[in-house]
């Protein structure tokens, strides 16, 4: 059984994979993923361009700890909604209460979404242009 005694389906398996790899370090290094990305976004918020590593180590285990919580109680809502996996509108129901999370999840899924869709009708515009080509029409 999964958290709250309920099944936890394949895309909640992937939700928490990518979790853990973005922990895991990448080939080569002894930095994870997370790690590695946590700088940047510590120098765009005032800190040193290049932070004490016990610095990032710190955010690394309080970013992760914040997303196995957030993740958590995602599992929890979906069960509790009776759904086998997470989706976005588990993850926005837990943090309804913060405006700014809240907002600026939405903005990431309407970004990811709006990206998503452009890259699929640039897939089928090389699709139709090709089938023009070998059909021997054009534009």
């Known amino acids: 059984g999964g958290v709250g005694g309920g099944g936890v389906s394949a895309g909640v398996v992937v ?27 510590m120098y765009g918020f005032g800190d040193d361009p290049h932070p004490y590593s016990d610095s990032v180590a710190l955010m690394e285990g309080m970013v992760r700890e914040h997303l196995y919580e957030v993740l958590g109680a995602a ?4 069960e509790w909604r009776g759904k086998e996996e997470v ?29 998503k869709r452009v890259k699929d009708s640039g897939k089928r515009h090389i699709e139709h242009s090709e089938k023009d080509t070998e059909d021997g029409g054009g534009s």
């Not at 939700?15 to 922990?23: D, F, R, Y």
């Not at 599992?75 to 979906?78: G, H």
């Open 15 to 41: 939700a928490w994979s990518c979790l853990l790899g973005m922990a895991a370090p990448r080939r080569g290094t002894k930095r994870s993923n997370l790690a590695a990305g946590l700088p940047p976004m």
């Open 75 to 78: 599992v929890r809502v979906a």
């Open 87 to 115: 989706n976005d509108i588990d993850i926005l129901y837990c943090v309804r209460q913060d405006p700014k999370k809240f907002a600026r999840i939405r903005h990431l899924l309407t970004t990811y979404e709006e990206v």
